[in-house]
């Protein structure tokens, strides 16, 4: 059998909330088994991640990193996603990397809001003006229909151009939008906090969504202190991200203080208690959730 090639054409019959739920029934399922391995040539990395989930499938998905590209004039990230049969072993369809990587990040974080902002909520700020946080502004109009977005990021001009492309709001102080925001995402390349805890208003969601390293980190431990905190995967983010690490090695929280993971979506434990509390949400991505936001995309490219 020839494999799909599923691209980008497929996009504009793509559903937001769609997707969440997907994301849920994922996480129904056994628990993945994931592997990343990176290989590097001087400034070029080859990352691949990959996922098997009994009764899902499998998914590789490869990306390569050369810096120098934009140079030649063409992006810096490139790759594909290897989706294979659950039963066979065999190569059902490539999916493209950039149209999995964006659906499944912003998608990731929108569920988390779904289940942990107020159902109220209308006030959003986007902290960053990068690639992601035009799909965040993308995906919670969709999850929050009439809400109003403010922008802020350190370059006044990203956020302005932002802020135009989607009809937000730009914002020049960051205290400020954050004392006002009901939900707040973040997706930067920070190493060094620029959400403060003390800056959070009672009722607050947090989402987190910039650091993958363990040098990186947008949030300072008070907000860790303040807040109820989740994560997407507990596999992919305590030990790994700066996120978690660095208020773990304060002492201003504790693993146990992680109330619940997306596998904990049927327990009931993956909600919010009360108007007032302040949540946050550490999105640390994984191959598994690149897997189930594949098969997603393949279902509704095949019709379903």
């Known amino acids: 059998m020839t494999p799909e090639i599923v691209g980008p054409e497929v996009e504009a019959q793509l559903d937001w909330i769609a997707l969440t739920e997907a994301i849920v029934a994922g996480h129904a399922l056994p628990r993945a088994e994931v592997a990343?391995?990176?290989l590097r040539r001087r400034g070029d990395t080859l990352l691949t991640r990959s996922a098997w989930i009994d009764g899902l499938?499998?998914?590789?998905?490869?990306?390569?990193?050369?810096?120098?590209?934009?140079?030649r004039g063409i992006p810096a990230i490139d790759g594909v996603v290897n989706l294979l049969s659950d039963t066979t072993g065999a190569l059902e369809a490539l999916v493209d990397f950039t149209l999995v990587t964006k659906w499944k990040t912003a998608g990731d974080s929108l569920l988390a809001a779904r289940r942990l902002a107020r159902p109220d909520?209308?006030?959003?700020?986007?902290?960053g003006a990068g690639v992601v946080a035009h799909s965040i502004a993308e995906a919670y109009a969709a999850g929050f229909p009439g809400a109003r977005f403010t922008v802020w990021a350190r370059n006044p001009e990203a956020a302005a151009a932002l802020a135009e492309a989607t009809g937000a709001t730009a914002a020049h102080d960051l205290q400020q939008a954050v004392g006002t925001a009901e939900i707040i995402v973040t997706a930067t390349m920070a190493t060094a906090p620029i959400i403060r805890g003390e800056w959070l208003r009672?009722?607050?969601?947090?989402?987190?969504?910039?650091?993958?390293?363990?040098?990186?980190r947008e949030a300072d431990s008070d907000c860790f202190r303040r807040a109820?905190?989740?994560?997407?995967?507990?596999?992919?983010?305590i030990h790994h991200i700066g996120e978690f690490m660095a208020p773990l090695a304060e002492g201003a929280m504790t693993?146990?203080?992680?109330?619940?993971?997306?596998?904990d979506l049927g327990s009931g434990a993956f909600v919010r208690r009360s108007e007032d509390e302040i949540t946050l949400c550490k999105n640390g991505g994984g191959a598994h959730l690149d897997l189930m936001t594949a098969r997603y995309i393949l279902s509704v490219a095949r019709g379903g």
């Open 228 to 237: 109820r905190v989740f994560c997407d995967s507990r596999a992919t983010t």
């Open 36 to 38: 990343d391995t990176i």
């Open 202 to 216: 009672p009722g607050t969601h947090l989402d987190l969504i910039g650091a993958y390293r363990p040098d990186m």
């Open 255 to 263: 693993e146990a203080d992680i109330v619940a993971d997306y596998y």
């Open 57 to 71: 499938g499998l998914a590789v998905k490869a990306a390569t990193v050369f810096p120098d590209n934009p140079r």
């Open 121 to 127: 909520a209308r006030e959003i700020l986007i902290v």
